[in-house]
């Protein structure tokens, strides 16, 4: 299947009926860790754009916060109509499109969201350059689905990312970063996050937690090398054009 079609047919939302809205307030939390730690300033801000913004969640976070200048517009872009209308009937206080805003002539935007969104594109550096020209700033969240787990495991997660959330790309956190400075961005600061743990968390499963001790215990004297060995990471980066 087309990777745009299965988003407009109906056929992503099918696989992931909660479109990953479980993971919005971590991902907000994650975003938003990353701007104080960078010393950013909030009033200043006056557009927040999520691109593949999916049911708005992380939209509807941001906006809640009201750390943002109360002139602040929050506006969310997706191709898949359904999603756009779960997020439209969950919130009328922001705008929701089912447009491409990647080919759309707009102002420049202050802070563009991409949150698990490139890794979906068949041309990756295309989109990033232009991406580049549409706003000040910029916050990502990037899987790293690239480590020495998922290589030698029996199943291969990288086909199940493929089949069932469309990923055409696979990363570790140093090709991120050099791919979006390969594409002109500059990196304000990024931190590499803990998603497998934040999974446990909301599952109790001690079982699981047991299993995973070694990976805890080294991300506590390298979180690089943790990433590279078991995985279950993404970057969440601050950039610039």
């Known amino acids: 299947m087309d990777n745009i079609n299965r988003y407009v047919s109906g056929d992503y939302l099918k696989k992931n009926h909660s479109y990953h809205i479980e993971d919005s307030e971590f991902k907000w939390i994650n975003f938003l860790d990353i701007l104080n730690k960078s010393d950013f300033d909030f009033d200043r801000i006056n557009t927040i754009t999520d691109i593949g913004c999916g049911r708005g969640q992380i939209l509807m976070k941001a ?142 499963k001690l079982l699981s937690f047991l299993i995973n001790i070694p990976q805890y215990i080294l991300q506590i004297f390298s979180k690089d090398l943790a990433s590279y060995i078991f995985g279950g990471y993404s970057l969440v980066v601050l950039a610039k054009r």
């Open 63 to 204: 906006k809640k916060s009201n750390l943002f200048n109360s002139k602040c517009i929050f506006e969310g872009y997706d191709i898949n109509p359904e999603a756009i209308r779960l997020a439209k009937k969950n919130s009328d206080k922001i705008d929701f499109f089912n447009k491409d805003f990647i080919n759309l002539d707009t102002k420049t935007k202050d802070i563009i969201i991409a949150a698990d969104v490139f890794e979906h594109v068949q041309d990756t550096y295309d989109f990033l350059t232009k991406l580049r020209e549409k706003s000040n700033f910029f916050l990502f969240n990037i899987p790293l689905e690239i480590s020495l787990f998922s290589m030698l495991r029996k199943k291969n997660i990288f086909k199940h990312s493929y089949e069932n959330v469309g990923h055409l790309h696979f990363y570790t956190n140093k090709t991120s970063i050099l791919l979006l400075e390969s594409t002109g961005f500059k990196i304000i600061n990024y931190n590499l996050i803990n998603n497998r743990l934040h999974e446990l968390k909301a599952k109790k």
